[in-house]
């Protein structure tokens, strides 16, 4: 998870994976306030605060929340979305600028019917 707020000028930063265990370890084993865990590692109370959460979430304790799973699973769905979308974009722009052709013998473009 990143800290800080880039549209604040705040530089986000990217914690190791031990120090999130760890910390969300103490909060959990030890019952200590957030803000002293955070304060005593040297990060933000309201990062430790969504670490917490979301480990929470992850073991079940809190369906208000996506777990890290359905998290990863929704990012990749709308990745999918979004290209779909690119390409049915192209597809439009693509179906106005060619001509129609039809499969059926004779129904092709209006100047390529016999006389009737």
């Keep these: ?65 996506l777990t890290t799973a359905e998290q990863d699973e929704l990012k990749q769905l709308r990745k999918g979305v979004a290209e779909l979308r690119r390409a049915n974009d192209i597809l439009k722009v693509a179906s106005v600028l060619l001509p129609r052709r039809s499969t059926v013998p004779g129904r092709g473009r209006a100047g390529d019917r016999p006389p009737a």
Excluded: C, F, N
């Excluded at 707020?5 to 994976?17: A, E, F, H, Q, V």
């Design 1 to 65: 998870m990143s800290a800080g707020w880039i549209g604040l000028g705040l530089l986000s930063r990217r914690y190791p994976d031990e120090l999130r265990e760890r910390a969300v370890r103490e909060v959990r084993g030890t019952g200590r306030p957030i803000a002293h865990v955070a304060k005593d590692l040297g990060i933000y109370k309201e990062v430790l605060r969504g670490w917490a959460r979301q480990a929470e979430a992850d073991r079940g304790e809190r369906v208000a929340r």
